[in-house]
């Protein structure tokens, strides 16, 4: 009885770690959003939207779609290099006081990378899901983003996911793949560059990613 009850205090213990985690990395997420958004300097921004028009949509610049330009913010935050070689994000760390707990979650953060995942199944809270090349299979808390959309069994979605206490979490919008094409694309594509440059999986993610999700948002 008493192992019982040790199981469940340790088990209550690591939802409400979860939970404060959860709250921790929301509220980075958020101060890390709105410093790329307002306090970074104009020649930044001009420069990051030149680079990812001419890497990623091929045609002049002209007025970004909602779908893009959510698109674009989230590179620019996470994926984006400065001219001094360094993401907004590591920058926003960096440059803020931060406790040494959410500092850690800032690390965590920094090497999330959009993700191709299978919702195998859902409830209100929790998702189920394939990573669809390694084909390994983990249990992810859904933010409020995913709550005000519909996440539906099946379908393809490109993620950024980060390990918390017992669950993974997913940070930032997630992105529904129109095309079954995608796997098979993105397959194909990293075989390539990684046979020709050495490039490593996740690397490849956060270079390459918008690739394969902007056709779904035309």
């Known amino acids: 009885m008493q192992e019982q009850e040790s199981t469940l205090d340790l088990e209550q213990f690591r939802q ?3 939970k404060i985690a959860e709250g921790h990395i929301e509220d980075l997420y958020r101060k890390a959003y709105e410093y790329a958004l307002k306090e970074t300097n104009i020649r930044e921004k001009v420069r990051a939207k030149m680079i990812f028009t001419k890497r990623f ?5 002209g007025r970004m779609s909602p779908g893009v330009e959510k698109l674009f913010q989230e590179w620019f935050l996470f994926d984006y290099k400065t001219i001094l070689g360094q993401t907004l994000f590591f920058q926003f760390l960096q440059n803020h006081p931060l406790h040494e707990s959410t500092k850690f979650l800032g690390a965590v953060m920094l090497t999330a990378a959009w993700e191709p995942i299978q919702v195998v199944e859902k409830d209100d809270r929790t998702i189920n899901c394939r990573t669809l090349i390694q084909g ?6 859904i933010n409020h983003v995913c709550i005000e959309m519909e996440i539906t069994e099946g ?3 490109f993620v950024r996911k980060v390990p918390l206490v017992t669950h993974q979490w ?7 793949m129109k ?6 694309n993105l397959k194909s594509r990293f075989s390539q560059m990684n046979q020709k440059t050495g490039v490593l999986w996740r690397t490849f993610l956060k270079e390459e990613a918008p690739h394969f999700i902007l056709p779904s948002l035309s």
């Open 16 to 18: 409400k770690k979860q």
């Open 57 to 61: 949509l091929h045609h002049d610049e």
């Open 136 to 141: 390994d299979e983990s249990s992810v808390k």
């Open 155 to 157: 379908q393809v979605y």
């Open 170 to 176: 997913i940070i930032g919008p997630v992105f529904s």
């Open 179 to 184: 095309s079954s094409d995608v796997t098979q």
